[in-house]
């Protein structure tokens, strides 16, 4: 088994609880309207601008030893940079509010998830970090273009809106396997072991996420 492998099978209970998610369901199904899918993307937005933050910071904090590591990660900057406004160009495909979206605060679960793998990098292992690349780039690659497909087809919403969603999606599969040959060229069994407890947290905290935004659109639904 490979180190990449191990990752995926350890971490495999934990997908599968975020995977039932419900709203998570209904959006593979496009059950999802519009007030959901902007609260969604509103929170995606206060996550993903941290993306490139957060790799600096990992980049920043690796020893010499994993130079090859650091220089993989300044590949990701690149690739990531201006993904948060790719948000909000769909936000606003829809006709939703991006100044409030950019001015309202994150809810809990979004800013605890950004804050907890910041506090991993800063404190405990910045290889830890890819435990949360693992969550959001193999989640996204397994649902987000068919979630996007579904959602615009049922609920009719403009092509135009889906940018994030479907950049995210098939056509990340190259970006999967990257990452998978970065993880296996980690050996050290603490490296191992921080990214499963992110990856763990990570796919708790997003699906939390995922549930704060059904309950407040539910709640200013009723």
Request: a negative charge; glycine letters at 6%.
């Amino acid at each position: 088994m490979t180190p990449f492998e191990y990752l995926k099978e350890a971490t495999a209970a934990s997908q599968q609880r975020f995977l039932s998610t419900p709203i998570l369901q209904r959006a593979l199904q496009g059950h999802v309207d519009r007030a959901e899918y902007i609260a969604f993307l509103g929170q995606a937005y206060h996550h993903v601008k941290h993306t490139v933050p957060l790799l600096m910071a990992c980049g920043a904090r690796l020893p010499s030893d994993k130079e090859w590591l650091r220089e993989a990660m300044a590949e990701y900057i690149e690739e990531e940079i201006g993904h948060q406004r790719w948000i909000l160009d769909d936000i606003r495909a829809l006709g939703g509010d991006t100044a409030a979206v950019i001015a309202a605060p994150p809810m809990a679960p979004t800013d605890l998830m950004v804050r907890y793998v910041r506090d991993v990098i800063t404190y405990d292992n910045p290889v830890g970090f890819l435990g949360m690349v693992h969550v959001l780039e193999g989640t996204s690659t397994a649902m987000a273009t068919h979630a996007a497909q579904a959602i615009r087809e049922t609920q009719g919403l403009p092509k135009g809106a889906f940018r994030y969603l479907e950049s995210h999606g098939s056509l990340d599969l190259e970006h999967v396997a990257f990452f998978e040959t970065l993880v296996n060229r980690l050996e050290a069994p603490e490296d191992m072991s921080w990214m499963i407890q992110v990856a763990d947290r990570v796919y708790d905290l997003y699906g939390q996420m995922f549930n704060a935004v059904e309950a407040c659109v539910g709640s200013t639904q009723a």
